[in-house]
């Protein structure tokens, strides 16, 4: 009887990830996300945090279309203040990034950074996800913190 199965010829394993932090920010694990890490600054603040997952796509999925359903994105979020978007490089990957500010109905208005790469995998295009974000009380600190972590993302297949 034919099979599917995961990971496999026809589904390959996801990428792998990794971000480095600095020592006082935790991995802690988060709904819908392949890792998070975060600056946990208590229970009466908002902490600020870096979210990676990852979507698949049919083979083909380019670094243009990923861009543009993130600027798709951006334009849907309320009272939002773009800042910048362009192609950069994080070693020897292609990633475009996106920095704006929005008002957040959970947090009040944060900032936030999205990186998003794509890994070519076969019959597959993953598209990574890197999304940092802080309030507008902390993000003078924050917000240079969270770019050297995106930027520090590595990505790798299986």
Excluded at 7 to 27: G, I, Q
Excluded at 32 to 52: C, E
Excluded at 77 to 92: I, K, S, T
């Amino acid at each position: 009887m034919p099979q599917a199965s995961f990971p496999s010829d026809a589904f390959p394993a996801l990428p792998t990830v990794a971000v480095d932090h600095p020592a006082e920010w935790v991995a802690r694990p988060v709904d819908g996300t392949l890792l998070a890490v975060i600056h946990d600054l208590g229970p009466d603040a908002f902490s600020p945090n870096v979210v990676l997952g990852v979507t698949r796509h049919a083979a083909g999925h380019t670094l243009e279309l990923a861009a543009a359903a993130v600027a798709e994105y951006v334009e849907r979020l309320p009272e939002v203040a773009p800042v910048d978007a362009a192609r950069v490089d994080f070693g020897d990957r292609a990633w475009w990034v996106s920095e704006f500010a929005y008002a957040s109905t959970a947090a009040g208005t944060v900032v936030q950074v999205v990186a998003v790469t794509v890994v070519d995998s076969g019959p597959v295009s993953d598209v990574v996800r890197v999304t940092g974000t802080a309030s507008t009380a902390d993000y003078e600190a924050s917000l240079p913190v969270i770019r050297r972590i995106i930027a520090s993302t590595r990505v790798g297949t299986r």
